[in-house]
């Protein structure tokens, strides 16, 4: 899929001013419309003295404009008369010219400092082939079109003086796949145009793909852009929220919705229609009966045989039954009531939200991880029944629909996805086909879709969770879980544990000690008996960074301006002084989930290990990075809370996820950290600090914190959960002869 980029949102930063027309050249705040691939010129008015005239001036060919009509008629009469006299010098600069060495060397000579219409000596105008040779015209157009395009603000020319520089980006198409953005962009196709619009001038050339700026740049603006728009058409009141619920899935809210939007309001809640994840776990239910679905819970509850039973306990939630009683009555039974603090946290969390809830039971699993899951078959087939407003007979509801024609992951992701295109985990393991470096360098513009297993199969076996063949497909269980993937079917419940974490002495974005990323964690995540988790899972690899040899070739921005991002350039390094400068990863304590002693000892010496880092020594770094341990992450909130840059990189989609912006709130990460060298590269420089961007991070380090603050409340899960349990109330309560019958 092709991205052409939208025009600009004004409030990116410095780097961003909207266009209202293309084919602008960026030269200057006056700019001409004279277009090209690669001549310039540049046009100096000489004084006597050999200055110009509007040297120190502020306001170049504009404040020409705001004279009267006679006085610019008279001035264009003496400035064509010293062009007959031979003081109005025009330098050409082609490729003939050495790339603008020659004008340049013209420009210092004179000590202009600004030229005629405000340019710097380092601006261009952009003409095309033909203008550059003479135009084609004849006559009094041939005379206008010269006319034209020496003096743009000429009355009749046709020129808005007040256009802006356009979009950097404009003109040029990135090509996104999988959630990617594939850099670097080449020309777009030239658009019809819009009705008033002006024609580019003939044969030209209107951008330069050698001369894009980083794509990081266009990852910012674009996603402040969708930020905003998020923001602004959240809906304001309940009968938007029902309506906007009902564009979007094509079905009424469940009964209480009214009550649940009054309180995410009281509470102010921002974000009251990005629920997109609940209802992809919740539709495949909506098309089971909910007398089976009771049947399959009660299963969960009390079958002691079923092997889910012991990874679970449930919460029994009742109303009072007397005046002596005001609150709802919760009781937790089942297996894992006191294996940890889960079912605590797990009240807490339903505490204030309880009495808005009709009676139900609950149950929960008390593992990091996600256990339900069905064939890509299955869900296409209980989505469409759920979309038909249809019930599954008893027979389809239970078909697994597995005929053991691949690995397990691959029969859970969808009939056409890219993983049932590669072959089995074991015959990969095999011929050692356990990664292919990407040909095309990317970065992640949409997280959620780039965590898909599905969609990238060359991540399968360098991710702890999935390097191996996969579980074989069941069926549906209302099972509520604190992680999942893509490819589950649980129904995902905000995680609790660290969520109060002390965040620790937090310094300024100016005051922190370290220009480098940190990261410190055990060695979760993988199970290190295997020898291919102790060499490719994704905590070893990143801790692996250190000891890279050979050198690295990376995109970096040193030309940027503060007015305009520049080209990018090569940095070329040796990859572990690189690395040294850059990253400061190890493992903490020794090593885990290891059972044999000389197997984890010679894991040990691979690495470096580290004492416990407090939160107040982390906090003294700029960036830190947060990767995946065996399920979702217990100190992202603590991080994202400081004033430091956080990077994410993570194959666990969580409740929150459609409520963050990457990008503008964090930076994501894929998977392999192909991007890792790269991204690091745009916000540190060089070895010398040359090329970085350090107001972008502090900015985006900022813009996190205040997310934390605004979105990441306690109220705000209580919201969610509470939402997500009108849903639940309405699969499991349903007149099997009405499924209507718990709509709003």
């Known amino acids: 899929m092709a991205r052409s980029p939208r025009p600009p949102a004004s409030s990116f930063a410095e780097y961003y001013t909207p266009s209202r027309r293309p084919f602008v050249a960026p030269s200057s705040s006056h700019s001409t419309p004279l277009l090209s691939s690669s001549p310039r010129i540049a046009i100096r008015l000489l004084s006597p003295g050999g200055r110009s005239p ?56 004179g000590g202009f400092g600004k030229d005629y219409m405000g340019r710097q000596e380092e601006e261009q105008v952009r003409l095309s082939a033909n203008e550059t040779r003479g135009s084609r015209s004849t006559g009094k157009d041939k005379g206008m079109e010269k006319e034209c395009l020496l003096f743009p603000w000429r009355e009749g ?34 658009k019809p145009r819009r009705p008033g619009e002006r024609p580019p001038p003939p044969d030209s050339q209107p951008v330069d793909p050698s001369q894009q700026p980083h794509p990081i740049h266009y990852l910012i603006q674009q996603a402040k852009e969708d930020w905003n728009a998020k923001l602004q058409r959240q809906s304001k009141t309940v009968d938007e929220a029902v309506a906007e619920y009902e564009r979007r899935y094509k079905r009424r809210p469940p009964k209480g919705f009214d009550e649940w939007f009054a309180f ?35 299963k969960l509850q009390f079958e002691e045989d079923f092997w889910m039973q012991d990874k679970a306990y449930t919460v029994e939630l009742k109303k009072p039954v007397d005046s002596r009683h005001t609150r709802p009555q919760m009781t937790v039974y089942g297996p894992m009531k006191t294996t940890n603090d889960r079912s605590d946290q797990t009240l807490k969390l339903l505490e204030n939200i309880a009495e808005f809830l009709p009676e139900m039971n609950l149950t929960f699993t008390g593992h990091d991880t996600p256990w339900v899951t069905m064939s890509g078959e299955a869900r296409v087939k209980h989505v469409e029944a759920a979309r038909a ?39 990969r393991l095999q011929k050692h086909r356990i990664y292919t470096e990407p040909k095309r360098r990317s970065f992640i513009y949409d997280h959620v879709e780039a965590m898909d297993l599905c969609t990238h199969p060359d991540w399968q076996l360098i991710h702890g969770f999935t390097a191996w063949p996969g579980p074989r497909p069941g069926i549906l269980y209302p099972l509520f879980v604190s992680t999942t993937t893509s490819m589950h079917s649980d129904l995902l419940v905000p995680p609790i544990d ?53 050198s690295v070739k990376l995109p970096f921005a040193p030309a940027d301006k503060p007015s305009r991002p520049g080209p990018v350039s090569t940095l070329v390094s040796r990859a572990q002084a690189l690395a040294q400068e850059w990253f400061d990863f190890a493992f903490l304590g020794s090593a885990r989930q290891c059972d044999d002693p000389k197997v984890c000892a010679e894991f040990e010496k691979d690495f470096l290990w580290s004492d416990w880092v407090s939160e107040s020594e982390q906090n003294e770094y700029k960036y830190m990075l947060d990767v995946d341990g065996n399920g979702w992450s217990g100190r992202f909130h603590r991080l994202m809370s400081t004033n430091s840059l956080v990077l994410k990189s993570t194959i666990f989609p969580e409740w929150y996820s459609d409520m963050i912006q990457p990008w503008v709130h964090y930076v994501p990460l894929q998977i392999d950290f192909s991007d890792l060298w790269t991204t690091m590269a745009f916000f540190l420089g060089d070895e010398d600090g040359k090329g970085a961007h350090d107001e972008i991070a502090k900015e985006i380090a900022l ?21 997500l349990m009108l849903e639940y109330a309405r699969i499991m309560n349903r007149d099997e002869d009405d499924p209507t019958s718990w709509d709003l």
């Open 54 to 109: 509007d040297r120190g001036a502020r306001g170049g060919a504009l404040s020409f404009l705001r004279v009267p009509a006679r006085l610019r008629r008279a001035a264009l009469a003496v400035t064509v008369a010293l062009v007959l006299g031979g003081l109005v010098y025009v330098v050409v600069d082609s490729g003939s010219l050495g790339d603008g060495k020659a004008a340049s060397r013209f420009m210092q000579v």
């Open 157 to 190: 020319c046709d020129v808005d003086p007040a256009e802006e520089p356009r979009d950097p980006f404009e003109g040029l198409e990135f090509q996104e796949e999988g959630g990617h953005l594939y850099y670097p962009a080449v020309p777009a196709p030239r």
């Open 264 to 298: 995410a309001k009281k509470n102010e809640f921002v974000m009251v229609d990005e629920f997109d994840l609940v209802m992809r776990q919740v539709e495949p239910f909506l098309a089971l009966q909910p007398s089976l679905l009771r049947e399959r819970h009660e």
């Open 389 to 427: 407003g249809k019930f599954l007979t008893s027979d389809e509801a239970n078909d697994f629909m597995d005929n053991w024609a691949w690995d397990g992951w691959a029969q859970i992701c969808s009939p056409d996805s890219a993983l049932r295109q590669v072959p089995s985990v074991d015959e």
């Open 498 to 550: 660290q969520y109060d974490r002390p965040k620790g002495n937090d310094p300024a974005w100016e005051e922190k000690k370290y220009n480098k990323v940190i990261w410190r964690g055990t060695t979760t995540g993988a199970d290190l008996n295997v020898e291919h988790h102790r060499k490719w899972s994704q905590r070893p690899r990143l801790c692996r960074f250190p000891f890279q040899s050979g």
């Open 703 to 723: 813009a996190g914190k205040e997310w934390t603050e605004k979105h990441w409340r306690w109220v705000d899960m209580e919201v969610y959960t509470y939402r």
